[in-house]
């Protein structure tokens, strides 16, 4: 019998009960229950009246649930404000009772009342967030290079492009990262927005977690003296049999806003001596990394899977904010189980590239639920796939083609974060 869930309270969670949320969601996430006061006064900048929720069993926290202010860049260039969800836990004691359900419905009605575009998360596990709406928007992978098959030159003394490449400390990537990425998310469909907490996170100034490993931090300018690039990475100390070095470097991440600052800050990892391995971090699954090299199968993708997923809260400011390929247009009928934003809907795509969209009485080229649509948004998924596996259904023969040919986009939609 399942066990009674009406005594179990669900919500916003208020500033005395920050340090029991804390304790449930680290339970939740499998890591040392007890949080040091020193972690939860860093923690405490994150609690924001009204976007943490908990369930409360006999005023005790049983679950976890923050969402956040956030910016996503849709196709083109325009940033949609996003309600950004994380932290989701159940403690295992009062697992499939319907609590993240009742967090989540919560939430996402919340949001759609706020007049977020979407929501997004980075999920755990795949099966877990298609039932409230979420697509896979995104995806990521993951190389490992093995340096000596390069076939780069070993040789190599800085980039040959009459840029440099230097080793800084923490507190410049405060100061230079923020503008950089910046430009990063104008430009990169998928990118989500920075506050100031994350870039004190990335580089020790303030820490969730007891320790702390001090990453190298390097950063690549131009020719004519402009930041255009920075990776943060790490190194093992492994040495093989006969005193042979053979150490990973190991990228946290790399931010790079010209294809000569990636170049070049591939190029320093693996001319760095000792490295014998570099593990990439998630990059972009179309990165330029392996064409960088003579030998681009000395990259081997070890890692690929989904990353951001998309809920759309509003279908028409969703397909007005992004761009299209190509002129055309398409009756798309959205359901939504949640209730949120279904509906026949006319996307027109003009000349130049901009959107409209309207509800309409017109009959529907494709139905599809509203995460399969997310899944489609940033550009990334074929409809024609899709439409093969059964997950979206053409009304009107030849109409998934059509949609590739309006939402699919010449490079893959990119979220350098996890949240
Ligand atoms: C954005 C993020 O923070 S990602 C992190 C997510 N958190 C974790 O992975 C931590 C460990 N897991 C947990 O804390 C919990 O298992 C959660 C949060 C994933 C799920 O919480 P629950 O309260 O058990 O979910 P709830 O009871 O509301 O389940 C709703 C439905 O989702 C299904 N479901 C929930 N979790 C999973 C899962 N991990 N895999 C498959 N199905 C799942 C349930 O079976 C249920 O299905 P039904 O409607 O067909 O009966």
């Given at each position: ?327 055309g247009s398409l009756v798309v009928e ?12 006319l996307l ?14 017109r009959s529907a080229d494709l139905a599809l639920?509203?995460?399969e649509?997310?899944?489609l ?5 074929s409809a024609v796939?899709l439409a093969a596996?059964?997950?979206i259904r053409e009304e009107r023969a030849g109409a998934a083609r059509k949609a590739d040919a309006l939402l ?12």
């Open positions: 019998m399942t066990p009674r869930t009406d005594a179990i309270d669900v919500r916003p969670v208020t500033e005395p009960e920050f340090a029991d949320w804390t304790r449930a969601l680290n339970t939740g996430f499998l890591r040392e229950p007890t949080v040091p006061d020193d972690v939860l006064d860093a923690r405490r900048s994150q609690f924001v009246p009204g976007r943490l929720l908990g369930a409360f069993d006999g005023g005790r926290c049983v679950a976890t649930f923050r969402s956040f202010e956030q910016e996503l860049t849709a196709v083109g260039g325009a940033p949609v404000p996003a309600d950004a969800v994380s932290n989701v836990t159940v403690s295992p004691t009062h697992r499939r009772r319907g609590l993240l359900t009742r967090m989540m419905t919560r939430d996402l009605a919340a949001a759609k009342d706020r007049g977020d575009v979407v929501a997004t998360l980075i999920a755990a596990e795949y099966p877990i967030y298609g039932r409230y709406g979420f697509g896979p928007a995104t995806w990521a992978a993951e190389w490992t290079i093995d340096v000596p098959r390069t076939g780069l030159d070993p040789r190599w003394a800085g980039p040959e492009d009459g840029g440099r490449v230097d080793l800084v400390d923490g507190e410049d990537i405060r100061k230079l990262g923020p503008e950089l990425h910046e430009r990063l998310r104008r430009v990169q469909p998928g990118a989500v927005s920075r506050d100031e907490l994350w870039w004190k996170l990335a580089t020790g100034a303030v820490r969730f977690w007891a320790s702390w490993n001090e990453p190298f931090y390097a950063v690549y300018r131009s020719a004519a003296g402009e930041v255009e690039g920075m990776v943060v990475y790490q190194a093992d100390d492994n040495w093989g049999d006969g005193k042979q070095p053979l150490n990973t470097a190991s990228v946290k991440w790399l931010t790079a806003v010209t294809p000569a600052a990636e170049r070049a800050l591939w190029r320093y990892l693996c001319s760095i001596d000792w490295i014998t391995r570099v593990k990439t971090g998630w990059r972009a699954p179309d990165d330029l990394l392996p064409f960088f090299l003579p030998d681009p199968r000395a990259a081997a993708i070890t890692t690929q899977a989904d990353w951001l997923w998309v809920r759309i809260l509003d279908v028409v400011r969703a397909l007005e904010a992004r761009t299209y390929e190509a002129p959205v359901s939504d189980r949640g209730g949120l934003t279904g509906g026949r809907y027109e795509a003009s000349e130049d590239g901009t959107g409209s969209c309207t509800p309409t009485t639920e509203v995460g649509l997310a899944t948004w940033l550009g990334d998924e796939r596996l059964g997950r699919r986009t010449s490079r893959r939609p990119w979220c350098p974060d996890v949240f």
